[in-house]
């Protein structure tokens, strides 16, 4: 069993094992924590790696399930959050294909952040033409079993390692900042439809 935190619009080595992974567990009993992928992405724009953070409501105490964190609705985020997706990949090969699919995330309130990520990742799975087989935690589990890969808290943006080796793709800035690797797994999507697939499986 493979174990992950939820995260929003995750990087591409988190659908890398999603892909390759028989049993993944998306973890909702785990204590919310700052500055990680659940609340935010990165994505390659015009003006180099830009950090796309969705705003919380703040939890009635220092622990709190990231499974009760609530969105919060100050800062008008949905539509910075999408003209800064559009900017940065209205000009992708493959963006026209796909950019209905995801206009809703950003007119619709949804009310909870996981819900929010997981119904995205549902989305991309879909786009992607993966179907990982997912359970959630009805406990947060600390005897895992030597089977188990526990990958919680290792896919971190403050962290700067990668858990795969990442092949040179087309990016549209690539000419101007060289290849990014592990962006959200939109820039792979947005430049390279369906091709998406074969990168992940490799």
């Known amino acids: 069993m493979l174990y992950l935190t939820t995260a929003y ?3 591409i080595e988190y659908y890398i094992l999603l892909n390759n992974s028989s049993q993944v567990l998306i973890e909702n009993q785990d204590n919310y924590i700052k500055q990680t992928y659940r609340n935010r992405c990165v994505i390659g724009a015009a003006n180099g790696l830009q950090v796309l953070s969705i705003p919380i409501v703040k939890p009635p105490s220092i622990k709190c399930l990231t499974r009760d964190i609530q969105i919060a609705d100050h800062g008008n985020w949905r539509h910075l959050h999408w003209n800064a997706i559009l900017s940065a990949y209205n000009s992708t090969p493959f963006f026209e294909y796909y950019f ?3 206009i809703p995330f ?3 309130k949804i009310k909870y952040l ?3 990520n997981e119904r995205l990742r549902e989305l991309i799975c879909t786009l992607l033409d993966i179907s990982p087989n997912i359970t959630y935690s009805d406990s947060y589990k600390t ?3 030597a089977n188990d890969v526990d990958l ?3 896919i971190h ?3 700067d390692y990668y858990l795969a080796d ?3 793709y087309y990016q549209i800035f690539r000419s101007k900042y060289g290849f990014q690797p592990n962006l959200s797994i939109i820039d792979l999507l947005f430049n390279m439809g369906p091709e998406a697939l074969l990168y992940l499986s490799y």
């Open 9 to 11: 619009l995750a990087p």
């Open 100 to 102: 209905d699919d995801f």
């Open 106 to 108: 950003y007119e619709n």
């Open 114 to 116: 996981f819900d929010f």
């Open 143 to 145: 005897d895992l079993s």
């Open 152 to 154: 919680r808290e290792r």
């Open 157 to 159: 943006p403050k962290k």
């Open 166 to 168: 990442f092949k040179p």
